[in-house]
């Protein structure tokens, strides 16, 4: 196995050698340790493992990008900390948050305030990325406030109608309950009846008081979004006290593993990346570098999509690339994400999500992880 902890924690303290000023630099600010680390450490060794794939084939044009990556564990002040250095230690033309929201405003007034783009990846994206973004802010991570719950709602709508009782299921965190309390509001659109949020807090051991409440509201169908502990302790634990609905849940890249370990048909995971079970080209791709990696392969496509988007941002930039280049080469960008998601991702001037989101939908179907609903498009504007 890799170590992969250690082996970040030798790059981020290496010291700046000649052969470095020949390299493209980029740092990355991400919880590789702490209580939200399972959710950032398997993109960020996802990413790790692009870059090294990418210096192996010879780097952008023969030169190398060399990745400098501080572990903030999901604390404020030392993402604060790390942008600091990044930017003024380590002079990078790019820089990286995969962490929690409550790392954002730090780094985003550091970057801003050095004219270095800030990309978000596997991290939540902030709502400053959507038109009409704001300068330096970019994002490549899967999920999209407001457009999930429009897509869970139309697939649900397209499987039992709006004559239904929705449950809601939240973690206590602004961007958790946000999204959960919108998905109310576009239900109650519709004609459903949605039942007011379950709101569970995160440092929660017995989910059993969540699941009485939801079950005794007759909810027909339940739709969680928050990280997957919530999501999946929620649904267990409504098992346990017989519940038989339908329940769906966003696809954080835990999901898979999670589909094929509960085997439950009514449990439906709606996300934009493609699933390992389809073992597409860039799948295998992503197995094989993986080998001997401290995480499992399927977790890995945020970080290798970060990857994309680094590469297609240093090349287009060129050399040398310093933060004004890198920012402008993105304001056009357009990468191919070979499958991972249902189209590229683009951006524009005033756009720095992407052009067109795609959802898909999946299940355990008996036998094995299925697509429920193939890739939905949904304009971005």
Known sequence: MRPFIALLAA?????????????????????????????YAPAIEGLQLYIERLNAAGGIDGRPVELIVLDDTGEPSRGATNSRRLLGQERVSLMINASLSSTFAPMIADAQRAGVPLLFASSACPAEVYPPAQPLLYCSTAFAARYDSRATLDFVQEQAGTDIDLGLVAMAIPLS????????????????????????????????????????????????????????????????????????????????GELARLRDANLYAIGANSLFSENLPVHQDIRAAAAGSTYPADQMAEGWIAGMVVEAALRAAGWPADGAAVNAAMQGLNVDTQGLRGGPIQFTADNHFRATQYYRVYRWNGEAVEVVRDWQAYSVE
Not at 22 to 36: I, M
């Open 177 to 256: 309950r946000g999204e959960i309390e919108a998905a109310e509001g576009l239900a109650r659109e519709r004609g459903m009846r949605p039942q007011a949020p379950t709101i569970v807090p995160p440092p929660t051991a017995d989910y059993t008081p969540f699941a009485t409440s939801i079950q005794q509201a007759g909810a027909d169908w339940v739709y969680a979004w928050a990280p997957w502990v919530t999501q999946v302790r929620t649904v267990e634990a409504l098992r346990r006290l017989g519940w038989e609905g339908n329940y769906i849940a966003w696809g954080h890249i835990e999901a898979e």
């Open 11 to 39: 790059t981020a303290l290496a010291p700046v050698t000649a052969l470095a000023q020949e390299a493209y630099r980029v740092g990355l600010s991400g919880a590789l340790t702490g209580p939200a680390a399972g959710s």
